[in-house]
């Protein structure tokens, strides 16, 4: 993340534009860009201040209205989906997205972990068994693997 240019620039540099000199002339005194010290003169004639704006901050959301209704939603339903709720919502008069709401509850400090059950609910792609060893046994062009090795 950048970092504001510090007071004592700032004032060096509104004071050599105050005494008379361009934007551009400033920009190449101080080793700074001219869209720089166009904008601190602005602010600066606008305001009266020299101070940088602040950066960062709370950001709105849309589901913070809405906190309520969703916690209770989860603890009504363990395994209610993001895309349940994002219907729900969207009956309610809120359309988001379903990864919204999932990064909703992670800023809430909520994280969602997968059961020791449901974990391998599919099938694999090449079933393991005789019939699959002794094809690959018998390929010609199967690659040869090296022995295993220790390493210290």
Known sequence: MTKSYSLDLRRR??????????????????DVSVAFVVRLMAAYRATG????????????????PHREFLLQRVAE?????????????AARGTKVMPASIARWFIRQGYSFKKNAAGQRTRTLRCAPGPRSLAHKAS???????APARLSR
């Open 13 to 30: 540099v509104a004071r050599l534009v105050e005494a008379g000199h361009s934007c551009h002339a400033a920009a190449r005194h101080f």
């Open 139 to 145: 390929a010609p062009h199967a690659p040869r693997t």
């Open 49 to 64: 201040s020299l101070a940088p704006k602040p950066e960062g901050g709370w950001r709105y959301s849309k589901l913070d």
């Open 77 to 89: 339903k363990g395994d209610i989906t993001m895309p349940q709720l994002a219907a729900e919502l």
